[in-house]
């Protein structure tokens, strides 16, 4: 995230960086082409009945040993990896002051020259917290949290809580204000309480590295490891009231209407009145009604200002402003966040290189117009209808295929149908681009440029509170390489990132493209029609449509799911958290069956014919498998196994085949075979 400095010597430090980096590739001038059926992915020693993955994905695998900068290395990082090169080519240029620039050019090029401005940052060392830290030791009352919570929470901060605006579970039309569970340092509520010897160890690591951080900062080193155990006392308080992950996954267990006055009774020793004021919420007055997601986790605040001394508070709020702004600081803030976040608990061996954390930053903080310059080079008209070609033929097989459904009453059929219909469907980038222009960008002030974008995103989303509900809106900015659904919007989004090859490649015959992008795009819309997503209309309100005894088979073929991946070992002796999983699992099922049915569907009546030795269908059922080739170090998948939704790659590609007839028939397996299942054991949902 960059500043203003000089043009001559910040494009001298933009220089010696890459003399620096030389032993890193180069920024790219294009995007690399890489087929999204390769054969040299295939391990042709291993059956595709007994592990499809293997067979589909492990000569890419043995190819792309995972870098060591990443936790984590597939088809989708990689593609992530060659973005954001050719990000860094494009910022780089931008970086350069020429009179030509664009205002998307000059605004994110400023940013990246002022993030790789390292020189001034080590300069300014943790100075870029000062102002914070002082208000901070000024606090002397619990009284005067709310003001000073608001001074953080201007900038998007989450902690102890996290207040923003989003759609009302009951009218989708109306955006009101949301208060939410947060100030945890952990990544999921849950490590705080595994008795397990390896979650012991992670909160021992864990206290200990607060206790580096507040060391950085000037603490004495007892005095820091006192201060450390305050931390994780606090943090343990808010953890045990939170909900778990997979209880959060139930849109109910989060929707609790409450006027101002009923939160005020609920946490009387915190003035929300003067936290909106200072956090400068519109009208305040004319918050009639707010969601505040947790309400076991806001009586849990209430009783630690109650039992916790001002000085823990002061504790509590440093080591959470230092963890939340370490990576715009010097040399010694970063390498212990990485040390602990990045290297124990993800595994990755190194730290990734500055030019990529920078081009992260441009993303995440000035998202749309970094976008504006990526789509006008990469994304062609020509393939932004050809997406939305592929996603029609899809949505028209999903209306045929509930029309069909012999467990879903005719009323529920029409519900569905009625959903269906009303998705909207976002492919590439937004209609109307974001307006940056009242963003200051100073190319000599990574850290004040990285305050003033985050409070424009947190004021642009308080203001979205009492106005009408923009549906052009998107989650995800153009350049990323990811897909999503919003339940609210009932919309399905494919940003430009996703839409390239290998991941969708016009250039190769349809079978591919339908089981890569093609089941991406029938996992999307499927989610509308999972476990979460079917409680959400057509509207996007959450309102029960179901009959009850639909609902009630529904549930029983999710069963089959949640059973099948609950038996699933993602490392050592844990296995898939099935719950947590469900609804991505339910996708990958019902998106891949989408994708080859409509694929089928668009080639009726053509002659087909072998390439490269594959059938048509064995082509689809590879080029689905593809897209998932990867592998993740252990540290990783023991992560996500506690916070990912999505089960490990091999199961979201074995878990899906062996449901599917299909393939089987494709590859010839034969019954007792691990690709086969029972034909009365296969579970199918839509």
């Known amino acids: 995230?960059?500043?203003?400095?000089?043009?001559?010597?910040?494009?001298?430090?933009?220089?010696?960086?890459?003399?620096?980096?030389?032993?890193?590739?180069?920024?790219?001038?294009?995007?690399?082409?890489?087929?999204?059926?390769?054969?040299?992915?295939?391990?042709?020693?291993?059956?595709?009945?007994?592990?499809?993955?293997?067979?589909?994905?492990?000569?890419?695998i043995q190819r792309n040993p995972i870098p060591a900068d990443q936790s984590r290395w597939d088809v989708y990082s990689k593609m992530a990896d060659e973005n954001q090169q050719f990000l860094w080519g494009m910022l780089a240029e931008a970086a350069k002051p020429r009179p030509e620039r664009s205002p998307a050019e000059r605004l994110?090029?400023?940013?990246?020259?002022?993030?790789?401005?390292?020189?001034?940052?080590?300069?300014?060392?943790?100075?870029?917290?000062?102002?914070?830290?002082?208000?901070?030791?000024?606090?002397?009352?619990?009284?005067?949290?709310?003001?000073?919570?608001?001074?953080?929470?201007?900038?998007?901060?989450?902690?102890?809580?996290?207040?923003?605006s989003n759609q009302d579970y009951k009218d989708a039309e109306r955006t009101i204000a949301w208060a939410f569970a947060g100030g945890l340092g952990l990544p999921d509520r849950d490590y705080y309480f595994k008795d397990d010897p390896k979650s012991k160890e992670i909160r021992e690591r864990y206290v200990r590295h607060v206790g580096t951080m507040l060391?950085?900062?000037?603490?004495?080193?007892?005095?820091?490891?006192?201060?450390?155990?305050?931390v994780m006392r606090i943090e343990t308080a808010l953890a045990k009231a939170r909900l778990t992950r997979v209880e959060r996954r139930d849109p109910h267990a989060t929707d609790h209407p409450m006027t101002l006055a009923e939160l005020e009774k609920l946490t009387p020793s915190f003035s929300w009145s003067a936290y909106l004021a200072a956090l400068g919420v519109p009208e305040v007055a004319k918050i009639?009604?707010?969601?505040?997601?947790?309400?076991?986790?806001?009586?849990?605040f209430q009783e630690l200002l109650q039992s916790e001394s001002i000085a823990n508070w002061r504790t509590y709020l440093r080591w959470h402003l230092l963890r939340e702004r370490a990576a715009?600081?010097?040399?010694?803030?970063?390498?212990?966040?990485?040390?602990?976040?990045?290297?124990?608990?993800?595994?990755?061996?190194?730290?990734?290189?500055?030019?990529?954390?920078?081009?992260?930053?441009?993303?995440?903080?000035?998202?749309?117009?970094?976008?504006?310059?990526?789509?006008?080079?990469?994304?062609?008209?020509?393939?932004?209808?050809?997406?939305?070609?592929?996603?029609?033929?899809?949505?028209?097989?999903?209306?045929?295929?509930?029309?069909a459904l012999?467990?879903?009453?005719?009323?529920?059929?029409?519900?569905?149908?009625?959903?269906?219909?009303?998705?909207?469907?976002?492919?590439?980038?937004?209609?109307?681009?974001?307006?940056?222009?009242?963003v200051t960008i100073d190319r000599a002030d990574f850290a004040g440029n990285v305050a003033r974008t985050s409070e424009f995103e947190n004021r642009r989303q308080l203001q979205k509170i009492g106005k009408p509900l923009d549906r052009g809106e998107w989650g995800m900015t153009p350049p990323t390489v990811n897909a999503y659904y919003n339940p609210q919007m009932n919309d399905i989004n494919f940003p430009a990132g996703v839409l390239e090859p290998p991941l969708f490649d016009p250039r190769l015959d349809d079978a591919p493209s339908y089981g890569d992008t093609g089941a991406t795009i029938g996992h999307e819309l499927t989610h509308g029609f999972d476990d979460e997503g079917r409680q959400f209309d057509a509207h996007g309100n959450l309102r029960d449509w179901w009959a009850p005894e639909d609902e009630k088979r529904f549930k029983e073929r999710a069963q089959c799911v949640v059973d099948q991946y609950a038996q699933y070992v993602v490392v050592d002796d844990i296995k898939i958290n099935s719950?947590?999983?469900?609804?991505?699992?339910?996708?990958?099922?019902?998106?891949?069956?989408?994708?080859?049915?409509?694929?089928?569907?668009?080639?009726?009546?053509?002659?087909?014919?072998?390439?490269?030795?594959?059938t048509p269908d064995q082509r689809f059922f590879i080029g689905f498998a593809q897209w998932a080739c990867g592998a993740e170090?252990?540290?990783?998948?023991?992560?996500?196994?506690?916070?990912?939704?999505?089960?490990?790659?091999?199961?979201?590609?074995?878990?899906?085949?062996?449901?599917?007839?299909?393939?089987?028939?494709?590859?010839?397996?034969?019954?007792?075979?691990?690709?086969?299942?029972?034909?009365?054991?296969?579970?199918?949902?839509?």
């Not at 060391?215 to 305050?230: K, N, V, W, Y």
Request: aromatic share 10%; charged share 25%; hydrophobic share 40%.
């Open 328 to 403: 715009e600081l010097s040399k010694s803030y970063v390498e212990a966040d990485f040390d602990f976040y990045g290297r124990y608990l993800r595994g990755a061996q190194v730290m990734q290189p500055r030019w990529k954390r920078c081009v992260r930053a441009v993303d995440r903080e000035l998202g749309e117009a970094l976008g504006q310059v990526f789509v006008a080079k990469v994304f062609s008209p020509a393939t932004k209808a050809a997406a939305a070609d592929m996603v029609e033929r899809i949505e028209k097989r999903m209306g045929e295929r509930l029309a």
């Open 1 to 60: 995230m960059p500043r203003f400095r000089i043009a001559l010597v910040n494009l001298v430090l933009v220089l010696a960086a890459g003399r620096l980096l030389a032993a890193e590739p180069a920024p790219l001038t294009e995007l690399p082409y890489s087929p999204s059926l390769d054969l040299t992915s295939l391990d042709r020693t291993v059956d595709p009945c007994v592990d499809f993955f293997k067979f589909s994905c492990g000569g890419w």
């Open 633 to 686: 170090r252990p540290e990783n998948a023991r992560l996500n196994a506690a916070t990912n939704p999505h089960s490990p790659l091999s199961y979201r590609i074995n878990g899906v085949v062996v449901n599917m007839p299909e393939f089987a028939a494709a590859f010839a397996c034969k019954p007792g075979q691990p690709m086969v299942k029972d034909p009365a054991k296969i579970c199918r949902i839509w």
């Open 108 to 164: 994110t090029g400023d940013f990246f020259a002022s993030c790789m401005d390292e020189a001034t940052i080590e300069k300014q060392a943790a100075k870029p917290l000062a102002d914070d830290e002082a208000a901070i030791d000024r606090l002397t009352s619990t009284a005067d949290l709310p003001t000073l919570l608001a001074r953080f929470h201007r900038r998007g901060a989450g902690y102890p809580f996290g207040f923003g």
């Open 215 to 230: 060391g950085l900062s000037g603490e004495a080193p007892p005095r820091a490891a006192e201060d450390a155990a305050t």
């Open 288 to 300: 009639t009604a707010l969601n505040v997601t947790e309400p076991k986790f806001f009586a849990a």
């Open 579 to 614: 719950k947590l999983t469900e609804g991505e699992d339910i996708a990958d099922l019902g998106g891949t069956i989408l994708a080859y049915e409509a694929w089928q569907g668009a080639e009726k009546g053509k002659s087909l014919s072998p390439i490269d030795g594959f």
């Open 406 to 438: 012999d467990w879903m009453s005719p009323a529920t059929k029409q519900a569905a149908a009625a959903k269906l219909a009303a998705m909207r469907n976002k492919i590439g980038y937004p209609e109307k681009w974001r307006d940056y222009s009242s």
